[in-house]
Nanobody, 118 residues
Framework: QVQLVESGGGLVQAGGSLRLACAASGSVFSIGPMGWYRQTPGNEREVIAVIFNDDTTKYADSVKGRFTISRDNAKNTVYLQMNSLKPEDTAVYFC????????????WGQGTQVTVSS
């Protein structure tokens, strides 16, 4: 089992920055890729950034060049640095990790609200 706890959300003006953090605990040795997703009311959860165990990263086009995902393995924490925020970035942000055993298991954090005012 893996537990994920997010922090760092809040209210920011357009053009501002926020950094989200996601701390993992439990069977952290089994964690594979970690990522950040976001969801707005009435919409599906969308992946916006992923970091793999070799530190390769991938981003959704909507955040490329503005957001940066990173991980600190010593702290079992993954970060999302969000710069040049736009009102359309307003959403609940979720941390995710994947654990591969006999199948791929997804673990989720509780979500943190990010609100960008215009």
């Amino acid at each position: 089992q893996v537990q994920l706890v997010e922090s760092g959300g809040g209210l920011v003006q357009a053009g501002g920055s926020l950094r989200l953090a996601c701390a993992a605990s439990g069977s952290v040795f089994s964690i594979g890729p970690m990522g950040w997703y976001r969801q707005t009311p009435g919409n599906e959860r969308e992946v916006i950034a992923v970091i793999f165990n070799d530190d390769t990263t991938k981003y959704a086009d909507s955040v490329k060049g503005r957001f940066t995902i990173s991980r600190d393995n010593a702290k079992n924490t993954v970060y999302l640095q969000m710069n040049s925020l736009k009102p359309e970035d307003t959403a609940v942000y979720f941390c995710n990790c994947k654990v591969v055993r006999t199948a791929v298991f997804d673990y989720w954090g509780q979500g943190t609200q990010v609100t960008v005012s215009s």
